[in-house]
């Protein structure tokens, strides 16, 4: 996009509806996951879900930091007309964002019990509560690049190519939770196995 040149109106309700569209879906799908795992586990499965949150959104937000920190800089520089300096933003951001996932995931897996019950889990919720993490931490790379390939992106003006990314993984994630944890009763794993198909890397719509 130029903002010299293109209609400003037009470019804000692009991205607007873009960015409108993935929170939506995360929210509605954040929403099914409770519920699904609600009607299957009772109120101990909700609970033990409640204390792995804190953990894959932190994961999540290790995406986002970097991705929008860096897509950011990659468009200042873009904007200046240095497409090699935007390039460099992008190699450093995803260098960052690698060496986050290597160390998150070095502490989820060495540190998980400790983790659980930081954030609320006692003697008789843990053993739900692991029985989830444990799938969370080997897709622990899916879920930080998805949030930092989408930063992007939005930012090399594809904001719809992200968008769609989103909510089919998104819709994917609702369907699936129906299918995994009530028709083949997998429980909270069959809500938390299919996340990870549930996050397509935008990166391949380049």
Do not use: H
């Amino acid at each position: 996009m130029d903002l010299l040149k293109d209609n400003i109106r037009q470019v804000f309700f692009r991205y607007l509806a873009a960015s409108f569209g993935g929170a939506l879906i995360f929210s509605v799908y954040s929403l099914v996951d409770v519920a699904m795992v609600g009607q299957y586990c009772g109120p101990d499965g909700v609970a033990a879900l409640a204390t792995v949150t804190p953990v894959w959104n932190t994961i999540i937000s290790l995406g986002l930091l970097f991705g929008i920190g860096g897509a950011v800089l990659m468009s200042m520089a873009r904007g200046q007309g240095k497409m090699r300096k935007g390039e460099q933003w992008y190699t450093t951001a995803l260098i960052g964002a690698g060496a986050a996932t290597v160390i998150s995931w070095a502490i989820i897996f060495l540190f998980s019990e400790q983790l659980l019950r930081l954030f609320g889990a006692d003697d008789m919720l843990l053993p739900l509560a692991m029985d989830y993490l444990q799938w969370i931490r080997i897709v622990v790379p899916f879920f930080v690049l998805g949030q930092f390939f989408a930063a992007f992106l939005r930012n090399d003006n594809a904001p719809l190519k992200a968008t769609i990314a989103v909510v089919s993984g998104g819709v994917f994630n609702i369907v699936g939770d129906y299918v995994f944890v009530l028709f083949l009763i997998w429980g909270s794993v069959g809500q938390v196995w299919q996340q990870p198909l549930a996050k397509p890397l935008p990166f391949v719509f380049y």
